[in-house]
C-alpha cells in the first residue's frame, strides 16, 4: 500500500474517534463508567504523534505498532481488545493485500479479540458490530464491484445500533442487567465509526 494512502486511513480513524469522544463517553456514562471516550482519545493522540513513522512502515509493521499504543494508551476493557485486534492485523496481512487477503486477516483479528474478551458476538459489545463486517467483506467484491466500502460503512453503522435492544453479557454494562437494554454500546459505536471512517477513504 503507498504511504500516502495509509497515512490518510490512520489519520481518519484516529481523528473519527478523537471528534467522537464525547459521543462514546455519553454512552459509556449511561451503561458503564463513562472512560471510553477519553481512552479512546487518548490512544489515538498517541498513534497521530507518531504518524509520519507509521505511514512510512509497511502496512503490517504500522498495523502491530498501532496495536502496541492502543494496548498501552488506552486501558480499560477496549485497550487491551482493540490492541489485539490491529496486532493480529498486522501479524496476518501481506504488505499489499487483496481483498481476499483482507478479509483473512480480519477474520483472524477477530477471532483473537474474542478469545481475549472470552465473548461472542450478541452479548452487546464492538464484536456485535465487527462480526457482520466480516461477513460482509467474505462476500467480497462480488458482482456489485466497488461498492464494498459503502457496503462495509452501512453494515458497521446499522450493526452498532442492533447493540441498542440487547442486554450486556461482557464487560463492565453486564453489571447493569436488564437496565444495559435500549442504549448503544459504546464499543460497538467506537468500532462502528472507525471502519465507516476507513471506508470512507477508501471509497474517495
Ligand atoms: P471499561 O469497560 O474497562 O471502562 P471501555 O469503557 O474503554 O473499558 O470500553 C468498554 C467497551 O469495551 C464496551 O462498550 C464493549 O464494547 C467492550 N468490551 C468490554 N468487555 C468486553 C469483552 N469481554 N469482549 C468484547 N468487548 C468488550
Ligand atoms: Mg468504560
Redesign the pocket.
Known amino acids: 500500500m503507498d504511504a500516502a494512502l495509509q497515512k490518510q486511513l490512520i489519520e481518519a480513524v484516529a481523528n473519527t474517534v478523537i471528534a467522537h469522544a464525547e459521543e462514546l463517553t455519553t454512552l ?1 456514562q449511561a451503561i ?2 463513562g ?2 471516550g477519553l ?2 482519545k487518548r490512544g489515538f493522540e498517541a498513534v497521530l504523534s507518531d504518524i509520519d513513522g507509521l505511514s512510512a512502515k509497511p502496512l503490517p509493521d504500522a498495523l502491530k505498532a498501532i496495536g502496541t499504543q492502543l494496548v498501552m494508551k ?1 486501558g ?4 487491551p ?1 482493540y490492541g489485539t485486534f490491529f496486532m493480529t492485523l498486522g501479524k496476518t496481512l501481506p504488505p499489499d493485500p487483496t481483498a481476499e487477503d483482507v478479509a483473512r486477516a480480519f477474520e483472524l483479528a477477530l477471532e483473537a479479540t474474542r478469545a481475549r ?3 461472542e458476538a450478541g452479548q452487546k ?3 456485535d458490530v465487527l462480526t457482520p463486517v466480516l461477513d460482509e467483506l467474505r462476500q467480497g467484491d462480488g458482482n456489485s464491484g466497488a461498492d464494498l466500502p459503502a457496503r462495509l460503512k452501512a453494515r458497521a453503522l446499522a450493526a452498532a445500533e442492533t447493540t441498542v435492544p440487547m442486554k450486556a453479557v ?4 453486564s453489571f447493569l442487567g436488564d437496565r444495559s437494554i435500549g442504549h448503544m ?4 459505536r467506537s468500532s462502528s465509526l472507525m471502519i465507516a471512517a476507513a471506508c470512507d477513504v477508501l471509497e474517495g
Open positions: 459509556d458503564g463508567d472512560d471510553h481512552n479512546m488506552v480499560g476493557a477496549s485497550g481488545l474478551g472470552k465473548s459489545t464492538l464484536l461482557r464487560g463492565r454494562a454500546d459504546p464499543g460497538a
